[in-house]
């Protein structure tokens, strides 16, 4: 009996020391989720604390958004209110005349532009003894017999019908059907 009580009590002991084995693995494992956890929100905090501060003392910037806006707004109340109308005129009819100018300028620079003379140079190139005005002038003349009709057109040109025919035999007919009903 005493055997079996050491046996018993060995097992008891091997048990208990296992468990507080697995107890300590535990323990640790959740320690180490524990500081992956604590380091990973250190990391947001950090960050979202830079991009507050980034947008709260962004003052130079919102300071130029916001004159940029009361600008705007002083703009328009002085044009409705009538200050300074004749010079604001003066400034758009001078902003219309250079806009005209431009188009000129465009236009004129686009009539001796780069395109006209490469087209006219490759005009050139594809069909140098031809004065082509056009791309779809033909470099060469088309002989008569160069395109021949389909040998099906010119063994059945007897038995084939006109369209003409076809389609007052087709009229001939819905005729005839519809005066049956």
Known sequence: MKKLNYIMLFGIVFTAANLSLLQNWKINYLNNQLQLSEMRSDVNNDFTNELLWLRVNDTHEATQEQLIAQGRVEGVVSYLVGDDKEILDNLWHEGYMRGLAQFSYEYDTLSDSNYEKGYHAAMQDAFPHVEA???NDSPRDVKEDAIKAPEFDTTNE???KDNKEVIN????KIEELSSDQ
Request: avoid cysteine.
């Open 133 to 135: 005005e056009f791309v």
């Open 169 to 172: 035999a087709l009229n001939v």
């Open 158 to 160: 007897d038995s084939l």
